[in-house]
């Protein structure tokens, strides 16, 4: 049965505030990506197709993790994280929700964007939520229907959109597995009759060993 296996890219740049800043992988997320890419060696963990975004991010995570040892990899810019800094910006000029400066204020922030990003109440945004769903779920339909395992490296916002289409979940629940996902963080589907069945998430057994602890990180 097809089998897909999704890997969020390693820690970017965590001092950025805008979306071109962001996008490039830290020291640490190119040392998260290899250690995520020896354990699959390790382990056995081959894929026949590998699948990134365009953004810089998705790229530098698969080439650090090996993943071109193996496959071609395939970019596909419906795979690319939706703009979440712009949006930002856009609510806090429109409706003034300041941009928090903590990780524990996001957990208020983000469904109020992506809430108001679903109700289409930001004005200019460059994407709307319809317009990403629809390419999310066009992306994982096109790659089920591929053969052989296949490997996606992306963003934590398309995961946990992908996990809101599994789960049916509403825009807390989405919220919230947005930030848990962690850098290099691996979730797993498999294609039963033709409907996704989450089987693994958020997986981090490369970062579990206790001199690895500090490595494990969400921005």
């Known amino acids: 049965m097809p089998h897909i296996t999704l890997v969020r ?5 965590t001092e950025a505030r805008d979306e071109v800043s962001y ?25 026949e197709r590998v699948y990134t975004g365009t953004m810089t991010r998705h790229l530098e995570t698969a080439q650090s993790m090996g993943a071109t040892d193996h496959a071609t990899i395939v970019q596909d810019p419906r795979l690319n994280e939706f703009a979440y800094f712009t949006l930002s910006h856009l609510m806090e000029e429109q409706h ?15 469904p109020r964007v992506l809430g108001a990003w679903q109700d289409d109440a ?16 066009a992306a994982m339909s096109d790659i089920a229907d591929g053969q052989g395992r296949a490997l996606v490296v992306t963003s934590g916002g398309l995961i946990g959109t992908v996990l809101r289409q599994t789960l049916n979940l ?4 989405w919220s919230q597995m947005c930030l848990a996902i962690m850098n290099t963080s691996v979730h797993r589907w498999q ?24 490595a494990q990180t969400h921005l």
Do not use: C
């Not at 003034?96 to 983000?110: A, C, D, N, S, Y």
């Open 9 to 13: 890219h390693g820690q970017a740049n």
């Open 23 to 47: 996008d490039r992988l830290s020291d640490l997320g190119h040392q998260q990506a290899r250690w995520l890419g020896d354990h699959m060696t390790k382990t056995g963990d081959r894929f």
């Open 191 to 214: 294609m039963v009759l033709g409907n996704p069945l989450l089987v693994q998430f958020n997986a981090i057994p490369h970062l579990e060993a206790p001199d690895r602890h500090t």
């Open 170 to 173: 509403d825009v807390q629940g």
């Open 96 to 110: 003034g929700l300041k941009v928090p400066q903590e990780r524990e204020g996001f957990i208020e922030h983000l």
């Open 122 to 137: 930001i004005q200019g945004a460059p994407e709307s939520y319809q317009d990403f769903a629809a390419r999310v779920s």
